[in-house]
């Protein structure tokens, strides 16, 4: 189902049918060093992956990523979205991108798209972000959206600290 469309793309939510996609994106050598390795080496673990950990959000909580594909072509680009985390108190914004996509300004288009829907659709009224210390552009996305740094904080499943914005 399509969520948003901006400018270059069409934000549309996740599906098992995805998993070949999700597999190549969390394995892309940037995703593994500043988000995490989540040990997903097949179709099949993606689509666990999918299941259990991406789909649900849409039925509870009426928001979670998107797959980001190219307008016209459909070209899947990487993910973006709202999501809420036990651990921190409000929503944050998330972003991969395939390594070939980056540098391009696909994820600043969809999070500045979809902090506006998380904002004016979905009325939450504080979205965060967090990012490994060492990712400098997600860092430097974060400030342009508008987000400052807050903290350092731990979340269960990333190896390192992150940095928490808001």
Do not use: W
Request: glycine share 10%; charged share 25%.
């Amino acid at each position: 189902m399509q969520i948003l469309d901006t400018e270059r793309l069409v934000l549309r939510q996740l599906t098992i049918g995805d998993a070949d996609f999700m597999l190549e994106l969390m394995n892309e050598p940037g995703f593994i060093q500043f988000v995490a390795d989540r040990g997903l080496r097949t179709a099949e673990d993606a689509a666990q992956y999918l299941q259990e950990k991406i789909l649900p959000s849409y039925e509870q909580l009426g928001f979670g990523f998107y797959r980001m594909e190219l307008r016209g072509t459909g070209e899947s680009v990487g993910i973006c979205g709202v999501v809420k985390r036990e651990t921190l108190e409000h929503p944050d914004v998330g972003f991969a991108v395939l390594d070939r996509f980056c540098g391009q300004g696909f994820a600043y288009e969809a999070a500045l798209a979809c902090m506006r829907y998380g904002h004016e659709v979905l009325g939450l009224p504080k979205i965060s972000g967090v990012t490994a210390p060492e990712n400098r552009i997600s860092i430097r996305l974060l400030e342009k959206l508008g987000l400052t740094f807050q903290r350092k904080i731990h979340l269960p499943g990333y190896g390192t600290e992150s940095l928490l914005f808001e």
